[in-house]
């Protein structure tokens, strides 16, 4: 079954551009991946912080975050 | 086929991390990675830097350069 991952973004250039690229490279036999949208879903912002986001486009896969590029920092969400 | 792509690193534990999982996470009918370590292959830094690369780990998929956390600039590696 497909591990879940996360892609944690805010609708910014950054994040639009590496969105679909990236998200679509990765393999869906491995990975269930939810696509979050922080600027529309402000209420899993504290959740994002959890799993250690400090800025988005982020992608959190099996408990570690990877930051790709820089969008926006989290704390510019709120 | 599958397209090429390159993931740059140097070697360093933020590189190694990243390295394994997300390589791993790509779909390998689409990707075809080549894992290129600049430490090691100090030739090819010149083409990382050509395809936009700044700092290490990396990703470069169809032109598009996705800079993963941050191990270390580019220009600690020359």
Redesign the interface.
Same mark, same amino acid.
């Given at each position: 079954m497909a591990e879940k991952?996360a892609f944690y973004h805010a609708g910014c250039s950054v994040c639009v551009?590496?969105e679909p690229?990236?998200v679509? /490279?990765?393999?869906?036999n491995?990975?269930d991946v939810e696509v979050v949208h922080l600027g529309e879903s402000k209420g899993r912002i504290d959740e994002a912080e959890r799993a250690g986001v400090k800025s988005v486009p982020a992608l959190v896969? /099996?408990g570690?975050?990877?930051?790709?590029?820089?969008g926006a920092d989290l704390s510019a969400l709120r």
């Open positions: 991952a551009d590496a690229r990236f679509g /490279a990765l393999d869906k491995l990975y896969i /099996a570690a975050v990877y930051h790709i590029n820089h």
